[in-house]
Antibody
């Protein structure tokens, strides 16, 4: 059973860089069957896709965040990471990592529990 | 960007009743639509993919239909565990989500 777990600072200062890591257990991120994704949810609001990465390193980002976001892979640790630069209070949200099944459902079929990141001085 | 509009925002029903949730896309997304359930403090859970296919382990009381711009999620007989927020999501043009429908008692 694949499990995903987010980790990283819960508090980030405005204008700084938000950095989160997702550790995948029970499966390999080097599998070609999945895209590895980040999604966020502002407090009390809906869901926003941030982007995803394929095992080859190819990345796909939400156009509204392009230029601010970088997603990367570390196969040696079975992890993938998110960096969001120049954050503001509007980036306060619960951040989820999730897996997109590339071959069958082509949907977000496995999610981490989420981690709250607050942007505040 | 494909905008997904879900209605109603809130649906007040009782256990045993039928729930019908709507998701409308601003342009055709073919059948590339999924539905998720989210309970307070939890991550979303995939229910339906490609408009009408139940994900692994999802009970048969959940069904999806539609194509193009109009989609429906139906819960045939609400169980107490089904009271939650439901989101639709399209993958035709990047990924976007609807604003959600809360199913409450």
């Amino acid at each position: 059973q694949v499990q995903l777990q987010e980790s990283g600072p819960g508090l980030v200062k405005p204008s700084q860089t938000l950095s989160l890591t997702c550790t995948v257990s029970g499966g390999s991120i080097s599998s070609g069957n999945y895209y590895w994704s980040w999604i966020r949810q502002h407090p009390g609001k809906g869901l926003e896709w941030i982007g995803y990465i394929y095992y080859s390193g190819s990345t796909y980002y939400n156009p509204s965040l392009r230029g601010l976001v970088t997603i990367s892979l570390d196969p040696s640790k079975n992890q993938f990471s998110l960096k969001l630069t120049s954050v503001t209070a509007a980036d306060t949200a619960v951040y989820y990592c999730a897996r997109v099944d590339r071959d069958v459902s082509r949907a977000l079929d496995c999610w981490g529990q989420g981690t709250l990141v607050t942007v505040s001085s | 960007e494909v905008v997904l509009t879900q209605s109603p925002a809130t649906l007040s029903l009782s256990p045993g009743e039928r729930a019908t949730l709507s998701c409308r896309a601003s342009q055709s997304v073919s059948y590339y639509l999924a539905w998720y359930q989210q309970k307070p403090g939890q991550a979303p859970r995939l229910l339906i993919y490609d408009a009408s296919n139940r994900a692994t382990g999802i009970p048969a009381r959940f069904s999806g239909s539609g194509s193009g711009t109009d989609f429906t999620l139906t819960i045939s007989s609400l169980e107490p565990d089904d009271f939650a927020v439901y989101y639709c999501q399209q993958r035709s043009n990047w990924l976007t989500f609807g604003g959600g429908t809360k199913v409450e008692i």
